[in-house]
């Protein structure tokens, strides 16, 4: 029987506890949540019906500061995925190096049956029930799956409305008129393109120049090309469920966003090379490679058709374990998810600092701090990396990722008293 996600994450940190030679009594602290919430939401719907929808917070792991985490609306969540995606949030927050422990919430509803006033009443309901546990300094839910800037918004009036006054830091990624801030709506692909840039300077000598291929011209995809254009990269293919577009000459991103935009199709851009198959930026010419739709994109069938040099994750988990170690084989590098789209995560930090001071930064300001948190971010993960390969030559930067990740956890912990 296939494994659940959750016992798939559930062994990368026993793996990762394994490879950092930690005390098993790590893995017994971070294999198991805090807390978790179950609650019920009650929504009288357009046509008189109750529907009693059900939700969950899972509070995984404090030790590093408060809970922090996206909600997903989504019809097939289980308990069990909230688990799992609240101990990723753990992991990431710590790579990150921000002050912040993991959490997730989730409500099974399929928000794309809902009229607004309907979604509207899920998303009040739902910040209403979880409100005794959560706060600015307990625990700072943000959007993920079905949930968005406008979700937040609602969430945080209905929170501010049960406590009297305004408070903008319990949710993240708000609009920006709600003490949200510009930069949220590119901060994940403008992570990626940080991250691509800095692993080019490693690994090809600069970024300048660098053909770069994007699979996915969603919310990632499309600002992780864009800022690669702006860094000097040429970006030579994206794609999207329409098909791939090919350019060996550059593509004009803005002109592909606009087009996509109006026309909800890349291949409607007016030049290059139109191939049917989404999947086929993934094998294009290119020296950087983004897989920035879904997950299982790269698996051991395809894998040898990729023909990058390095691959950076903005989906979540786009690449197989098993295609992960042929690409080694390969020589490929791969800089891991959890380390290339933790823009968002990050940025939501900014947010949430601003939100406490009352105090905004502008544009540029946010993008240069964020920017400066990814970069040290990368160089931290690249010198383990380099640490690491001299002792196992099969070592991954996925593996001195979640080495650096677990150690902040255990000594955090350790100073505690916790072990
Ligand atoms: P999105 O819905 O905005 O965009 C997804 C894009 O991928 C769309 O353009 C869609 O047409 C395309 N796509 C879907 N299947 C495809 C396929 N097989 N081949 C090519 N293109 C395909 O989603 P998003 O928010 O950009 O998220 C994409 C990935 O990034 C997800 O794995 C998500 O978990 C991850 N992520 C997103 C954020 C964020 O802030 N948006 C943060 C961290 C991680």
Known sequence: MAKTFLENVLETLRRGVELGGFPEEVYKILSKPERILIVKILVRMDDGRLEVFEGYRVQHNSALGPYKGGIRFHPEVTLDDDIALATLMTLKNSLAGIPYGGGKGAVRVDYKKLSEKELEQVSRGYARAIAPLIGDHIDIPAPDVGTNPQVMAWMVDEYSKLKGFNVPGVFTAKPPVLWGNPVRRYATGFGCAVMSREAAEKYLGGVEGKRVSIQGFGNTGRWHAYWLSKMGAKVVAISDTSGTLYD????????????????????????????????????????????????????????????????????????????????????????????????????????????????????????????????????????????????????????????????????????????
């Open 248 to 419: 060996p000459e550059g593509i004009d991103v803005e002109l592909a966003m606009k087009v996509k935009n109006e026309t909800r199709k890349v291949i409607n851009y007016p030049k290059g090379e139109k191939i049917p198959d989404p999947k086929a930026a993934l094998y294009v010419e290119a020296d950087i490679l983004g897989p920035d739709a879904m997950e299982n994109q790269i698996t051991t069938e395809n894998v040898g058709k990729v023909k990058a040099k390095i691959i950076v994750e903005g989906a979540n988990g786009p690449t197989t374990p098993e295609a992960e170690i042929k690409l080694y084989e390969m020589g490929v590098v791969i800089v891991p998810d959890f380390l290339a789209n933790a823009g968002g995560v990050i940025m939501s930090y900014l947010e949430w600092v601003e939100n406490l001071q009352w105090y905004f930064w502008d544009e540029d300001e946010t993008r240069a701090r964020l920017e400066r948190i990814m970069k040290n971010n990368f160089l931290k993960v690249y010198n383990k990396f380099e640490e690491i390969k001299g002792e196992k030559k099969e070592a991954t930067m996925r593996d001195a990722a979640l080495i650096i990740s677990i150690e902040r956890l255990y000594e955090a912990m350790r100073y505690r008293g916790w072990l």
